[in-house]
């Protein structure tokens, strides 16, 4: 039999195997299967609030269901809020950053779904050589040079027969899920943050105005003690405890001042620019904006299916339970197929003539039996890693609900409170003019004044930070519920299918 009629016989003797080897090949290791979500109930403290009997519970009460979906920012009805989140979500560093680990997580994957296909490689090569007069002895110098030329193409196909290459495919995808869900989880931070900071501006900047009203207010009061004190009708010690006061009132200004600077610092860096960037559009004070009336949790199993850190710890496992069957699949034999068709000649011009031709096909088998030790050793470090991303799963589960719970009870008692406080100030600013007729009037003394316009700056100023607390405690929730973000970026289930 010639020697071209056995290369031909080896595709036929190689396709029963092969075909019989595809048919059976399955997948090592265990399926991934998504954890069960806890059942779709009433949160807790939902169902407190809107079971009590205050304006808070009644506003809880009539929440619509889509509350938590829309851009939430846009609930506060500040065009200036708006601007500086969409543009922190445009520009923020910590969103580039965090796109460009999805980004490598997707090139990671498109090359690890190129293993499932033949590698295929060309070369060429041509060579001039001389053997010396020791190896080719009395040959003539012109007859020890000699000439080679090859041209070719290789491929290289490892059979997928037991999963490997799919199970790291599947596990390359779940990584890419879960670094689309990291990018929506920053966009939750940067939003959250950018939100949260200037509401603690604006509510900081009318803690200054009211701090500087006070003085205003207590600079008059001085004046008005220091001209009686000149006509002889009160004494010096009046004088110097409405000094006091006045001193102690304006020593707050300062480090108010320094926060609503800090505030902006922060603004300015959450969108991307230089800390002073955003200073003149936001030096001039503004009102707190007006809290959304209602804000509906949903339910816990809404949540833990909307929230991205748990999306990324479900992918995360996902991936982990993938490596098992890659470690598990060195138990077996990997087979490659390997194939080179080319030319090799000792002139040029007979490189791609007809005797010219080569061809090699040969079936490779790597088996690591006896280094089941160190395989064994793999896959138990797999399955650890998979305890350990279930355990990491389940944490951001509790996590995500204690968030939430944390959140709603928050912004229930700071309605509360805010109630109480508006009572409070409107009630102490109202006592801090009638002191100060009953003074001017002679009918009560400088103390009773200063005592009330003390009280009426304790009081404004823990109003304004009730509000301010009202309205941050609104954000965080809108952060810990994880509603209503652009959805710019593709939807989670087309990633690495393209």
Known sequence: MSSHSRIARIPRLLAAPLATALLAACAMGPDFVRPELPPDEAFHHAAVAADAGTEAGAAAANATPDAAHGPFW???????????????????????IALARYDRANALLRGAKFDRYPTLTARAEAGDSRASADQMPGVARGDRDGESYSAGVTAAWELDLFGRIRRGVEAGRA????????????????????????????????????????????RETLELVQARFDAGRDSEFDTTRARAQ?????????????????????????????????????????????????????????????????????????????????????????FTL??????????????????????????????????????????AA?????????????????LALEDTENALVRLDRARIEDAHLEHAARDSARAAELARTRFEAGATG?????????????????????????????????????????????????????
């Open 338 to 379: 390997g194939g080179l068709i080319g030319s090799q000649a000792i002139d040029a011009g007979a490189l791609f003539e007809r005797d010219s031709e080569t061809r090699l096909l040969a079936l490779g088998i790597d088996w690591s039996f006896l280094d089941v030790g160190r395989v064994r050793a793999r896959i």
């Open 175 to 218: 990584e890419a899920l879960a670094g689309y869900a990291d990018l929506q989880a920053a966009q939750v931070a940067i939003a959250g943050e950018v939100a949260r900071t200037y509401l603690e501006l604006r509510g900081t900047q009318e803690r200054l105005r009211v701090a500087r009203g006070n003085a205003d207010n207590q």
């Open 382 to 398: 797999a399955d650890a890693d998979a305890a350990g991303e279930l355990a990491r799963y389940q944490q951001a589960v509790l």
């Open 446 to 498: 400088l103390l009773e004044v200063l005592d009330a316009e003390r009280t009426r700056l304790q009081a404004e100023d823990a109003f304004v930070e009730a509000r301010t607390r009202s309205a941050t405690g609104a954000v965080a929730l809108y952060r810990a519920l994880a509603g209503g973000w652009p959805q710019s970026l593709p939807m989670r289930e087309s990633i690495g299918r393209r």
């Open 246 to 334: 006045l001193e102690a009132t304006s020593a707050r200004i300062p480090a108010l001042e320094a926060q609503v600077a800090f505030a902006m610092h922060r603004l300015a860096v959450l969108t991307g620019r230089s800390p002073d960037a955003v200073v003149a559009s936001l030096d001039a004070a503004a009102p707190l904006p007006t809290l959304p009336s209602a804000i509906d949790p949903g339910t816990p199993g809404a949540l833990l299916r909307r929230r991205p850190d748990v999306a990324a710890a479900e992918a995360r496992l996902h991936a982990a339970t993938a490596r098992i069957g890659v470690a598990t699949a060195d138990l077996f034999p990997r």
């Open 74 to 96: 846009e609930g506060f009805g500040d065009a200036q809020l708006s601007t500086l989140v969409e543009d922190a979500l445009a520009s923020n560093h910590d969103l580039r």
